[in-house]
């Protein structure tokens, strides 16, 4: 595995951009280095919305914020050095999403650490940068945590947890 080859998984939170930032920082001037910037689609819950129409309004919010926070986290990776001729983005789409036909690479909305551990293996990245959300002790019990399952499910690869 190239560990030049970074994926770096973000959600849009304060720790995804300081992951950005720690990316950004290791990697801005040295050369080599190739990073691609991953989203998981994670749409809110139907039930939260009062009809369908609703929902669909607030997928499209969640959809737009997500594109815009990897927009922000490729800029920021230029300024910190790096060419944008070695940046990618890839954004998972949800198979519930009302906008697109269910393809078969998209997310099945089982597990965030699932989809990004199968981004992994599928691109030969030899790291993976992730941030930790900050999820209580109780929480991380109760659901796990994305990062932990990262760090446990990594065969052959590089992992940075930024919180």
């Known amino acids: 595995m190239n560990f030049k080859k970074i994926l770096l ?3 849009a939170s304060e720790n995804a951009m300081r992951a950005v930032e ?13 990073v691609q910037i991953l989203c998981i689609e994670r749409l809110p819950h139907r039930d939260l919305y009062p009809d369908e129409n609703t929902w669909k309004e607030g997928c499209e919010e969640t959809r737009t914020e997500m594109k815009a926070f990897m927009g922000t986290a490729r800029e920021r990776l230029v300024e ?3 060419s944008g001729l070695s940046i990618s ?3 998972v789409t949800s198979c519930i999403s009302p906008f697109t036909d269910t393809d078969p690479k998209c997310s099945r909305g ?3 650490a699932q989809d990004i551990l199968e981004v992994l293996k599928d691109g030969g990245f030899g790291t993976v940068v992730i941030g930790r959300r900050g999820v209580s ?8 945590s994305v990062s932990n399952k990262i760090i446990h499910s990594v065969k052959d690869c590089t992992v940075w947890v930024v919180s």
């Open 22 to 34: 720690y990316t950004g920082n290791i990697a801005g001037n040295a050369q080599g280095f190739e």
């Open 9 to 11: 998984a973000v959600d």
């Open 110 to 112: 089982t597990s965030v």
């Open 137 to 144: 002790k109780a929480e991380e019990f109760l659901f796990g």
């Open 89 to 91: 983005e890839h954004y």
């Open 80 to 82: 910190l050095g790096m």
